[in-house]
């Protein structure tokens, strides 16, 4: 396997527009079907520049830091032991949910999507070697459920959010104080995008041939 730098953005500046559009879309649809299913309500509006501005560098950071070690040490070091793909995808992403393994509030079901997530931010790893589109989905997916929508992100809480919420007592379906990760909600979304980019990687490469 021909080894690349993780972090090149040579062909690969519309990975980061793409992380955006995907987060953007996943809590678009999310926090609808939460508001539908009664699950939150949005009970305020609060708009600080300077904090979302120092939250999503502060997002940024955790972002890069945890692509790097999980995807493209963990994932990458796999792959080129010619681990199987996908093998090496559930392991890679099972230590991300170990990562987040004393988070506040973990539990089963937030334990769950921790998982499924690593696996959605590591699928365009398996195919392109390179880290940008899920630096940038980890960033806005982490940006986008705190400091915007005023969940929690794995357990941890913002000082302030442009929306504030309030979160029905069913926690399994809410996410309650862990976040939007912690919920049933969640566990769909995740698993749907998953398969769906599984396919059109594969088809992808496929065509390629």
């Given at each position: 396997?021909?080894?690349?730098?993780?972090?090149?953005?040579?062909?690969?500046?519309?990975?980061?527009?793409?992380?955006?559009?995907?987060?953007?879309?996943l809590y678009g649809v999310g926090l609808t079907l939460s508001l539908l299913l009664g699950?939150?309500?949005?009970?305020?509006?609060?708009?600080?520049?300077?904090?979302?501005?120092?939250?999503?560098?502060?997002?940024?950071?955790?972002?890069?830091?945890?692509?790097?070690?999980?995807?493209?040490?963990?994932?990458?070091?796999?792959?080129?032991?010619?681990?199987?793909?996908?093998?090496?995808?559930?392991?890679?992403?099972?230590?991300?949910?170990?990562?987040?393994l004393f988070n506040p509030d973990m539990a089963l079901l937030p334990m769950l999507n921790i998982v499924l997530a690593g696996?959605?931010?590591?699928?365009?790893?398996?195919?392109?070697?390179?880290?940008?589109?899920?630096?940038?989905?980890?960033?806005?997916?982490?940006?986008?459920?705190?400091?915007?929508?005023?969940?929690?992100?794995?357990?941890?809480?913002?000082?302030?959010?442009?929306?504030?919420?309030?979160?029905?007592?069913?926690?399994?379906?809410?996410?309650?104080?862990?976040?939007?990760?912690?919920?049933?909600?969640?566990?769909?979304?995740?698993?749907?995008?998953?398969?769906?980019?599984?396919?059109?990687?594969?088809?992808?490469?496929?065509?390629?041939?």
């Amino acid at each position: 396997m021909k080894r690349k730098w993780w972090l090149s953005l040579n062909g690969r500046g519309k990975d980061l527009l793409y992380g955006l559009l995907v987060a953007t879309t996943l809590y678009g649809v999310g926090l609808t079907l939460s508001l539908l299913l009664g699950a939150v309500t949005i009970v305020g509006f609060h708009f600080y520049p300077m904090q979302l501005l120092n939250d999503f560098f502060y997002c940024f950071l955790v972002a890069l830091l945890e692509e790097i070690i999980v995807r493209g040490f963990v994932l990458g070091g796999l792959l080129r032991l010619r681990m199987n793909r996908f093998l090496a995808l559930v392991l890679s992403s099972v230590l991300f949910g170990a990562m987040h393994l004393f988070n506040p509030d973990m539990a089963l079901l937030p334990m769950l999507n921790i998982v499924l997530a690593g696996m959605m931010l590591g699928v365009s790893f398996l195919y392109t070697r390179n880290l940008w589109f899920p630096i940038s989905l980890h960033l806005f997916w982490n940006w986008i459920q705190g400091p915007i929508l005023g969940y929690g992100v794995s357990g941890n809480q913002f000082t302030s959010s442009l929306l504030d919420l309030r979160l029905s007592e069913h926690t399994w379906l809410s996410g309650g104080s862990f976040g939007f990760e912690g919920s049933i909600v969640c566990t769909v979304l995740l698993s749907i995008l998953v398969g769906c980019m599984i396919c059109w990687f594969e088809r992808r490469a496929q065509t390629n041939r």
